[in-house]
């Protein structure tokens, strides 16, 4: 099993910043990979940015010049630093890490969520 404890969501204004944590802890499984999700209100769920293990990421086409993900695998930490921050980045921002058991299974798993509301 994984745990996922987030940190980080919060209001902004318009151009700030935020910065969001997510620490998995297992000790079963294996961290193939960890992203951020969002979701607002009528909208669909989507990828924000992902890291796998050999460090590549993957963001999202509106976010690709202004949020950076990075890992500290030791810790099995995601961070996702989201600067310029627009009003339509408002949503619930969600972890996600996907992992491999000892025995091989593959799992999914998801944090609580965080909000993060900017103003304009």
């Known amino acids: 099993q994984v745990q996922l404890v987030e940190s980080g969501g919060g209001l902004v204004q318009a151009g700030g910043s935020l910065r969001l944590s997510c620490a998995a802890s297992?000790?079963?499984?294996?961290?193939?990979?960890m992203g951020w999700y969002r979701q607002a209100p009528g909208k669909q769920r989507e990828l924000v940015a992902a890291?796998?293990?050999?460090?590549?990421?993957n963001y999202a086409d509106s976010v690709k010049d202004r949020f950076t993900i990075s890992r500290d695998s030791a810790k099995n930490t995601v961070f996702l630093q989201m600067s310029s921050l627009k009003p339509e980045d408002t949503a619930v921002y969600s972890c996600?890490?996907?992992?491999?058991?000892?025995?091989?299974?593959?799992?999914?798993?998801w944090g609580q969520g965080t909000q993060v509301t900017v103003s304009s």
């Open positions: 996600n890490a996907e992992g491999t058991s000892i025995f091989g299974s593959r799992r999914t798993y």
């Open positions: 890291i796998t293990r050999d460090g590549s990421t």
């Open positions: 297992t000790s079963t499984f294996i961290i193939n990979a």
